[in-house]
T-cell receptor, first 114, second 113 residues
Framework: KNQVEQSPQSLIILEGKNCTLQ??????????LRWYKQDTGRGPVSLTI?????NTKSNGRYTATLDADTKQSSLHITASQLSDSASYIC?????????????FGRGTQLTVWP | EADIYQTPRYLVIGTGKKITLECSQT?????MYWYQQDPGMELHLIHY???????EKGDLSSESTVSRIRTEHFPLTLESARPSHTSQYLC????????????FGPGTRLTVT
């Protein structure tokens, strides 16, 4: 069964600190892995997208890593800001359909305190 | 910021009413999607479309229906709203298949009393 699991479920950090969010998946055949940021009451916004051959990808203070052998990914946030408070969703796309079917994790709810 | 729009953003409606959630995109994307999301839970695909006059049901069974008469427009309709339909509904579009980005609208928060 294609699944995406994220940890931790929620996380509280102080402004300026770094944090790492985890994602494990069982989606096969694998096409790509994405990290989205979803502010409360808004739609998800893409942060990074990585294919099988990519190990790391950065977008400003966000750095995602991918280990396709162990089917694990992480999202590292550097020097957190209050605006980073949001849900971070790991999403995996399979290669088996022309639809572009996405499998979503439940997200990690990050709260950044001043 | 993606050019995909949803209206209304919030809707509170009584049981039994018919509602239509609007979704439109100006990017010319062929593929469009409707997702349902409950608080703290993952997004579930309820409908999708490959293009004009193409609509399919997604993974999560839904009593809603959709239509795709124009490329840019993908409305979702509930003929008779029930409290179990209370949820957030997200529309998305994509220029292609799984290798391509999906762009999400801001969502409609529906509450059925």
């Amino acid at each position: 069964k294609n699944q995406v699991e994220q940890s931790p479920q929620s996380l509280i950090i102080l402004e300026g600190k770094n944090c790492t969010l985890q994602c494990n998946y069982t989606v096969s055949p694998f096409s790509n892995l994405r990290w989205y940021k979803q502010d409360t009451g808004r739609g998800p916004v893409s942060l990074t997208i990585m294919t099988f051959s990519e190990n790391t990808k950065s977008n400003g203070r966000y750095t995602a890593t991918l280990d396709a052998d162990t089917k694990q990914s992480s999202l590292h946030i550097t020097a957190s800001q209050l605006s980073d408070s949001a849900s971070y969703i790991c999403v995996v796309s399979d290669r088996g359909s022309t639809l572009g079917r996405l499998y979503f994790g439940r997200g990690t709810q990050l709260t950044v305190w001043p | 910021e993606a050019d995909i729009y949803q209206t209304p953003r919030y809707l509170v409606i009584g049981t039994g009413k018919k509602i239509t959630l609007e979704c439109s995109q100006t990017m010319g994307h062929d593929k469009m999607y409707w997702y349902q999301q409950d608080p703290g839970m993952e997004l579930h695909l309820i409908h999708y479309s490959y293009g004009v006059n193409s609509t399919e049901k997604g993974d999560l069974s839904s009593e809603s229906t959709v239509s795709r008469i124009r490329t840019e427009h993908f409305p979702l309709t509930l003929e008779s709203a029930r409290p179990s339909h209370t949820s957030q509904y997200l529309c998305a579009s994509s220029p292609g298949g799984g290798r391509y980005e999906q762009y999400f609208g801001p969502g409609t928060r529906l509450t059925v009393t």
